[in-house]
């Protein structure tokens, strides 16, 4: 059961959280501010003020993105139209060969699938798409024309041209989420809309992170995900994917190693301390403490809130260590997690995990 009015753990947090010798948090733009170790909200329960969100789908296709496959065969082969025409020139032979065989029956209807979405990727990460005489006879959304008259560079063209084709394939291929997350009755929730992240505006090095968060849903389904040591996109830069962050996923404990060259569930630098069975459909009061100098991260769960936090998962490899924002991920489209009760205690004094007392 949902316990929303007391809190002893935070309550316990907030006490503990007392002004120490100074340290920095790095802002968006790169400049170290003086900050106090006083703990503060991240969330005020209201808006989205001091996070920034990233949408995978914006700027990449997803084999589940071609709704008709068969249909985009079809006019891909034929060369139907002006950007049909465009299109099959940039395709790869194997691709190529795979859309001029498709059949619904076909045993490698995934790799033609998949095979697709990789060129399609390839070529909206390249020069603008749009021509004149190449659209003319697409009808184009407001927003696609807003996008046009703006000089886009780097993720914004990338963004630009996948909208284009969405217009051009407007029964083919699925739209691109506008919005992966809103406010919803005093939590952060994520809408379900496709893989991306919600970050702080603010680099983080050394802090103690609590939340209280619960997975509402999915299909296809997947445990909520924090991300930490992550690297923050440069302007007009195409972020790593989940920000190339180590994962916790939360509350029962699974994890992944997202940095460049890896990409995998990680070795000996994860440690499982307990394997709890928490409810992720239940509220939970989640504790992190991390340092980025060391590349150490220590998760606590308590469930339910208020109660005794165990401690789950444990991190540890130097190298993974980097200052940077924290972040919420949706893993993937048709996920709903929400959390609320966001407090961040930078250079914390207590170096233990609190809400194991």
Not at 16 to 25: K, R
Not at 149 to 161: D, F, I, M, P
Not at 251 to 271: C, I, M
Request: hydrophobic letters at 35%.
């Amino acid at each position: 059961m949902e316990r929303e009015t007391n809190y002893p753990n935070r309550r316990t947090f907030l006490k503990s959280a007392v002004i120490a010798a100074a340290g920095c948090v790095i802002t968006k733009s790169g400049e170290a501010k003086k900050k106090s170790d006083a703990a503060t909200a991240l969330f005020d329960g209201k808006t989205l003020d001091g996070w920034i969100q990233v949408q995978n789908s914006a700027t990449s296709f997803g084999g589940g993105d071609i709704t008709d496959l068969a249909g985009l065969a079809k006019k891909l082969t034929d060369k139907s139209d002006g950007v049909s025409a465009f299109l099959n020139d940039q395709l790869d032979d194997p691709v190529k060969s795979g859309l001029a065989a498709y059949s619904p029956s076909n045993t490698d209807i995934k790799a033609v699938r998949s095979g697709l979405a990789k060129n399609l990727n390839k070529i909206i990460s390249g020069t603008a798409l749009y021509e004149k005489t190449r659209f003319k006879n697409v009808q184009l959304r407001p927003e696609t024309q807003e996008l046009l008259k703006q000089n886009s560079h780097g993720r914004e063209l990338v963004q630009l041209n996948r909208q284009l084709l969405e217009d051009a394939f407007p029964a083919e291929l699925s739209k691109s989420a506008s919005t992966g997350w809103i406010v919803k009755d005093g939590a952060m929730a994520s809408t379900g809309a496709g893989r991306g992240v919600i970050y702080t505006v603010n680099d983080y090095g050394r802090y103690r992170l609590m939340f209280t968060m619960r997975h509402v849903s999915g299909n296809p389904d997947h445990q909520a995900c924090v991300l930490i040591f992550c690297t923050r996109p440069q302007p007009e830069e195409i972020p790593l994917d989940a920000l190339g962050g180590i994962q916790f996923q939360v509350p029962n404990g699974g994890h992944w190693d997202y940095r460049p060259g890896q990409n995998n569930a990680g070795g000996e630098e994860f440690t499982t301390v307990v394997k709890p069975k928490y409810d992720p459909h239940e509220w939970s009061r989640v504790e992190i403490l991390a340092d980025a100098a060391t590349g150490t991260a220590r998760m606590a769960v308590a469930q339910p809130v208020g109660g005794k936090a165990q401690e789950v998962l444990d991190f540890k490899n130097p190298t993974a260590g980097k200052i940077g924002p924290i972040a919420w991920q949706m893993h993937n489209g048709g996920l709903f997690d929400e959390y609320k009760d966001v407090v961040i205690e930078p250079n914390p004094k207590n170096d233990g995990l609190i809400t194991l007392k």
